[in-house]
């Protein structure tokens, strides 16, 4: 069975930094793309942010050079360095791949507030 668990979402002022993970277990992780979405209250769950295995990244343009997403394919974790946070960037995070028959997280809270 294929665990995805994320890890590290706070309640943070604006402009200041947070780093998500999202350890996964019962797969072969250095194989898989891995995605962090995230859903405002009311909102549609929005792609943010994608790695292949060979290291590829992709942003969504809302967060295009404040995030960076990476992968640790020892510890079988992938992160996302959040900066420069932003009220509106205030959501669920959730850790996706598409491996298998598609996996997510159960999501880490992200809120950024004065």
């Known amino acids: 069975q294929v665990y995805l668990v994320e890890s590290g979402g706070a309640l943070v002022l604006p402009g200041e930094s947070l780093r998500l993970s999202c350890k996964a277990s019962?797969?072969?992780?250095?194989?898989?793309?891995m995605d962090w979405y995230r859903q405002a209250p009311g909102k549609q769950r929005e792609l943010v942010a994608r790695i292949t295995s060979a290291g590829v990244t992709n942003y969504s343009e809302f967060v295009q050079g404040r995030f960076t997403v990476s992968r640790d394919n020892v510890r079988r974790t992938l992160y996302l360095e959040m900066n420069d946070l932003e009220p509106e960037d205030t959501a669920t995070y959730y850790c996706?791949?598409?491996?298998?028959?598609?996996?997510w997280g159960p999501g880490t809270q992200v809120t950024v507030s004065s």
């Open positions: 019962g797969m072969n992780f250095k194989i898989a793309t």
């Open positions: 996706h791949t598409d491996y298998g028959r598609g996996f």
